[in-house]
């Protein structure tokens, strides 16, 4: 029951109208809840309810009402939902989403029993009044500028993705996997997690392992692309008889028409000019191509659902050369993570892939296959010791020292001379699964003693005891890679 601050007639919008909700909403483009609420002393956002400062604010000093944890609409008599949520501008003036948008908690032995049609997710998607706000930490919450509001319309091919998605957890929450949940089992809504404590678990209906408390949301680079309006983005084109196929089996199915087919037929067959390009730019463009897409485009299902495309090409020898590997880190930014949970190398590790593999058949690539893959819940496990462990080793004070050669103990050079380092970071024999290493070939360092090697302005990481190194990053082991493909079948 919503408790209103002044008598209902008083309210400067009617709760019972969702048009008079959205054009009162409105007026706060362009302008900070301080300045539409003519506040001129510092104000405290209530703390009842479980939703974020500026969330509780504007429901408090502008909508008038208190906020609060019950798990009908913020505006019941019109079942419209309200969603604050925070956006950041990019050096590049895009405008990206900061965090996913959390649409409703997870209770796991009443979820097993409900219909999508008629479920609480679906209900709480229907109706969504979004207040979108630049978050500039500096300021007060009540300063932050308000970019965007209205109501967030779902495009039928989104919530028919996001309705298979929903079936995706529920299924695997009636199997007793709940425990085992991962944004990588989904595309544009996920099961979060909510809460970091490992203490915070609940019991769910199938299995005795209790599971971390999770909610419905829709992923930060689905938002991200509501944002931007789908600019660049194009939408893979169905084909008679493709209408009621799901989204991963209408991708492999036009991977599957092409399997075995080198890349010098590839791109005979598509239409693309023959040239030796062998670069990672050139199997981009064959994807792209067998997919329907344009060139200059994204694929629009991609970024939606945050998959991140990769081809892997296997050896005669039947390894891959190279690994898999994640955006380079600060070493500054890593010890600010808080806990795994909210780090930047877990939420990679969640991702889903399209793996495009190609198979090396004498001068030439053939094309093996493709996959979507995401990474097992127990290897997650590692992946996050991997993190735990570097964090250990940066906080420590990372070892790095000159690499001698094995026969007369004189120092390592590469073929062009340039010297050779080593360091005690998780390598790939850590744990088989991922590791650290450098995320440029061009080396830089800052040693103890003040001197330098390399560019260390532009290529290198500050250390907290003020040496610096090369800039590092995460990666998956390309043995490990292969062995999930073969689980995969090829």
């Known amino acids: 029951m919503v408790r209103y601050l002044v008598p209902r007639e008083e309210l400067p919008y009617d709760p019972g109208d969702k048009d008079s909700i959205v054009r009162y909403a409105k007026r706060l483009e362009g302008h900070s809840l301080r300045e539409m609420t003519q506040q001129n002393t510092e104000m405290d956002a209530p703390k009842a309810g479980n939703k974020g400062g500026l969330g509780q604010a504007v429901e408090y000093y502008y909508f008038q009402y208190e906020p609060n944890s019950n798990q009908e609409p913020d505006f019941p008599e019109v079942g419209m939902e309200l ?66 509001v209205d109501i967030q319309d779902f495009p039928e091919g989104d ?9 995706a957890i529920v299924d695997k929450i009636r199997a007793g996997k709940a425990h085992e949940l991962s944004g990588g089992d989904t595309h544009y809504l996920e099961a979060c997690t909510k809460g970091s404590s490992s203490a915070q678990l609940q019991q769910q209906p199938y299995s005795e392992v209790k599971a971390k408390t999770r909610a419905f949301a829709l992923k930060s680079s689905y938002m991200t692309a509501f944002y931007r309006n789908n600019l660049g983005l194009q939408a893979i ?19 599957e028409q092409y399997r075995g087919m080198t890349r010098g037929q590839l791109k005979e067959t598509l239409g693309l000019p023959q040239n030796d390009d062998v670069s990672k730019g050139d199997y981009a463009l064959l994807t792209k191509r067998i997919l329907g897409i344009d060139p200059s485009s994204q694929v629009e299902e991609f970024i939606k ?39 930047a190398f877990r939420s990679a590790c969640e991702q889903e892939f399209l793996f495009v593999v190609f198979k090396e058949d004498g001068s030439d690539y053939r094309l093996s296959g493709a996959t979507f893959w995401s990474m097992p819940a ?59 290493r450098p995320h440029t070939s061009r080396s830089a360092y800052r040693f103890e003693d003040g001197s330098e090697y390399g560019d260390v302005d532009k290529d290198a990481s500050l250390l907290p005891d003020g040496r610096a190194m090369t800039k590092q990053s995460f990666w998956i082991n390309n043995t490990y890679v292969r062995a999930q493909l073969k689980l995969k079948g090829i």
């Open 237 to 255: 084109k169905r084909i008679q008889g493709e209408e009621g196929i799901g989204f991963e089996e209408l991708v492999l199915r036009r991977f």
């Open 159 to 167: 919530m028919a993705v996001i309705r298979d998605d929903w079936h």
């Open 83 to 148: 969603k604050t949520t925070p956006i950041k501008r990019n050096k590049n003036k895009t405008i990206s989403a900061k965090e996913r948008l959390v649409i409703t908690m997870i209770n796991y032995c009443d979820i097993v029993k409900e219909e999508w049609e008629t479920s609480t997710c679906r209900e709480k998607l229907d109706n969504v009044l979004l207040i979108s706000y630049l978050h500039e930490p500096e300021k007060s919450i009540f300063d932050y500028e308000i970019e965007f």
């Open 378 to 436: 127990e290897d997650r496990a590692k992946a996050e010791s991997v993190w735990e462990e570097t964090r250990r080793v940066v906080l420590e004070g990372v070892s790095i020292e000159r690499m001698l050669r094995k026969e007369d103990g004189q120092p390592r050079c590469t073929a062009t001379g340039k010297p050779m380092f080593t360091n005690n970071l998780p390598g790939s024999d850590y744990n088989g699964v991922a590791h650290v």
């Open 305 to 343: 659902a945050g998959i991140v495309v990769r081809t892997v090409r296997i050896q005669k020898n039947d390894t891959i050369k190279e690994h898999v590997s994640f955006p380079a880190f600060e070493f500054s930014e890593l010890l600010e993570e808080p806990c795994w949970e909210d780090s």
